[in-house]
T-cell receptor, first 118, second 110 residues
Framework: ETGVTQSPTHLIKTRGQQVTLRCSSQSGHNTVSWYQQALGQGPQFIFQ???????GRGNFPPRFSGLQFPNYSSELNVNALELDDSALYLC?????????????????FGSGTRLTVV | QKEVEQDPGPLSVPEGAIVSLNCTYSNSAFQYFMWYRQYSRKGPELLMYTYSSGNKEDGRFTAQVDKSSKYISLFIRDSQPSDSATYLC??????????FGTGTSLTVIP
């Protein structure tokens, strides 16, 4: 059973640029969530994808967007990067079963992508 | 008021000590409570999961939820140097997102 893998592990971008982060979900999982973790803070929910559609969104502007693919992998795209976007971006996969409205505790996190905006 | 507030620490304890980590939350409707451990340069990993009130024990770890005071705790007995990490309390809300605390950094000194 493979875990959640994220790429790249580190990235440096210039303010105003665009970035795409990638996540491969754990085998058997069908839902992907993205979180932003600033230094010294807890992760903040960006959004979740289920069946290739957004299934909930946190308090992030529209320049944060995502995709989920048929193999359940996912991308996080951030446009017009700002200095405050510098953070660890975490992907978490889970299994949402039909008839259940949430995955409860079965979330597996990746090690994250460290994004630095200069 | 933030949804989850966590005692920030940092905490430094000698090996073998009992560690108490604490969070408070704002909404009495919250039901699913977790504790995650995060090592440096890694993602959070689930330690304990509790539904509603009460205690749950797993080896050296005990998670406690007091819904009347909206308080969650994690106790670590016989702490080990390998327990040195950041501990995050988390609440699953709306079925699809976590509210995390800010994390407490723990160092266990051999």
């Amino acid at each position: 059973e493979t875990g959640v893998t994220q790429s790249p592990t580190h990235l440096i971008k210039t303010r105003g640029q665009q970035v795409t982060l990638r996540c491969s979900s754990q085998s058997g999982h069908n839902t992907v969530s993205w979180y932003q973790q600033a230094l010294g803070q807890g992760p903040q929910f960006i959004f979740q994808y289920y069946r290739e559609e957004e299934n909930g969104r946190g308090n992030f502007p529209p320049r944060f967007s995502g995709l989920q693919f048929p193999n359940y992998s996912s991308e996080l795209n951030v446009n017009a990067l700002e200095l405050d976007d510098s953070a660890l971006y975490l992907c978490a996969s889970s299994l949402l079963r039909q008839g259940f409205h949430h995955s409860t505790y079965g979330y597996t996190f990746g090690s994250g992508t460290r994004l630095t905006v200069v | 008021q933030k949804e989850v507030e966590q005692d920030p620490g940092p905490l430094s304890v000698p090996e073998g000590a009992i560690v108490s980590l604490n969070c408070t939350y704002s909404n009495s409707a919250f039901q699913y409570f977790m504790w995650y451990r995060q090592y440096s340069r890694k993602g959070p990993e689930l330690l304990m999961y509790t539904y509603s009130s009460g205690n749950k024990e797993d080896g050296r770890f005990t998670a406690q939820v007091d819904k009347s005071s909206k308080y969650i705790s994690l106790f670590i007995r016989d702490s080990q140097p390998s327990d040195s990490a950041t501990y995050l309390c988390a609440i699953l809300v709306g079925g699809n997102q976590f509210y995390f605390g800010t994390g407490t950094s723990l160092t266990v000194i051999p």
